[in-house]
């Protein structure tokens, strides 16, 4: 019998510290990073951004809050590049790295912030890669936390500008999926 509760007690045990663990992929890191996110936000030279947010992933590899800000960087520098250059390509660049960012933070962290897969889907939209953007587009709405600082202040916008979107793509979809009899007659 006291062998069943030792075995009982060292998977308790295991849970708890495994999920301890998960959560604090989480919280926010220490206060090193929390600096080096910080300069790479706020600086408006590129290079040294990159440097800041990679230097705050090698000290926090496991942190999601690293990945999140440097996606969110590297989303809004693509799309300022759009603006301004006439070579889409550093803008792909960057989205590029937005992307593969917001996917490692969801990796870490799944409901780290709305924002995640948001982005990810107009990432995927606007490469009209349509099914995994409706994916995206999905869990965004699906998305559900206690802690409001996990929504954007236009979230409300957001969920409008994505039900307008799903609404139409997915009416697209049925369109070119949707088979219809073919019947000719003379």
């Known amino acids: ?40 936000k706020n600086t408006q030279d590129a290079k040294t951004a990159v440097t800041n947010f990679n230097a705050a992933i090698e000290a926090a590899p496991d942190n999601a809050m690293a990945y999140y800000e440097y996606a969110m960087y590297a989303y809004e520098a693509g799309m300022k590049y759009y603006e301004t250059q006439p070579n889409p390509a ?6 590029t790295k937005a992307e593969e960012m917001f996917k490692k933070t969801l990796e870490f ?12 889907g107009v990432i995927n939209y606007s490469q ?8 995206y587009f999905k869990a965004f709405k699906a998305f559900e936390h206690t802690d409001v600082s996990r929504y954007s202040e236009d ?24 088979t219809v009899p073919f019947e000719p007659k003379k």
């Open 128 to 135: 009209k890669q349509i099914d995994e953007a409706i994916s």
């Open 90 to 95: 550093m803008g792909d660049k960057s989205m």
């Open 1 to 40: 019998m006291k062998k069943h509760y030792l075995i009982l007690s060292l998977i308790l045990v295991s849970f708890v510290t495994f999920s301890q663990e998960e959560d604090e992929s989480c919280l926010p890191p220490p206060k090193k990073v929390l600096k080096y996110i910080q300069i790479g």
């Open 109 to 120: 962290c799944p409901d780290y912030h709305a924002n995640c897969t948001y982005y990810l």
């Open 155 to 178: 979230h409300d916008k957001k969920l409008s500008d994505v039900n307008e979107v799903l609404k139409e793509v997915e009416g697209t979809v049925e369109l070119k999926t949707k």
